[in-house]
């Protein structure tokens, strides 16, 4: 009986001696199967609205000024990568840009980006 609690007094010596390369080895095989099943952290702190203003990303439309004297502690544009691209390769201003981002993905969802209404063909509208 005495050996049985000595063995156990030994073990959570042990886990408690070893606990952070425990949690860290426990942390990594949790992220290996979040990513495995297609779950993402989103991102946190990267970027600031400062930089997206420096990129050249606000307008009258759209101000980034304002959230900066707010002091809204955000981490700037969500997909600002996807919208410089295009402002890159189609040489277009930040307002088209966007514009043209969101008519995208109105588009990937069968939605007409003129009227805002879905394209399915068995869609019926009452006016």
Same mark, same amino acid.
């Given at each position: 009986?005495?050996?049985?609690?000595?063995?156990?007094? $030994? $073990?959570?010596?042990?886990?408690?001696?070893?606990?952070?390369?425990?949690?860290?080895?426990?942390?990594?095989? +949790?992220?290996?199967?979040?990513?495995?099943?297609?779950?993402?952290?989103?991102?946190?702190?990267?970027?600031?609205?400062?930089?997206?203003?420096?990129?050249?990303?606000?307008?009258?439309?759209?101000?980034?000024?304002?959230?900066?004297?707010?002091?809204?502690?955000?981490?700037? $544009?969500?997909?600002?990568?996807?919208?410089?691209?295009?402002?890159?390769?189609?040489?277009?201003?930040?307002?088209? +840009?966007? $514009?043209?981002?969101?008519?995208?993905?109105?588009?990937?969802?069968?939605?007409?980006?003129?009227?805002?209404?879905?394209?399915?063909?068995?869609?019926?509208?009452?006016?």
């Amino acid at each position: 009986m005495i050996s049985y609690i000595i063995v156990i007094v $030994l $073990l959570l010596l042990l886990l408690w001696y070893y606990r952070s390369t425990i949690t860290h080895i426990a942390s990594l095989v +949790a992220n290996k199967c979040n990513t495995l099943i297609g779950y993402h952290l989103l991102p946190t702190n990267e970027g600031s609205f400062e930089a997206d203003i420096e990129d050249g990303l606000t307008s009258s439309h759209f101000n980034l000024q304002e959230n900066i004297d707010e002091q809204d502690n955000r981490a700037g $544009l969500k997909d600002r990568e996807e919208i410089m691209r295009i402002m890159r390769t189609q040489k277009v201003s930040f307002d088209e +840009a966007r $514009l043209i981002r969101q008519q995208n993905i109105l588009k990937k969802n069968n939605i007409d980006p003129v009227t805002g209404l879905p394209l399915d063909p068995k869609f019926v509208s009452f006016s």
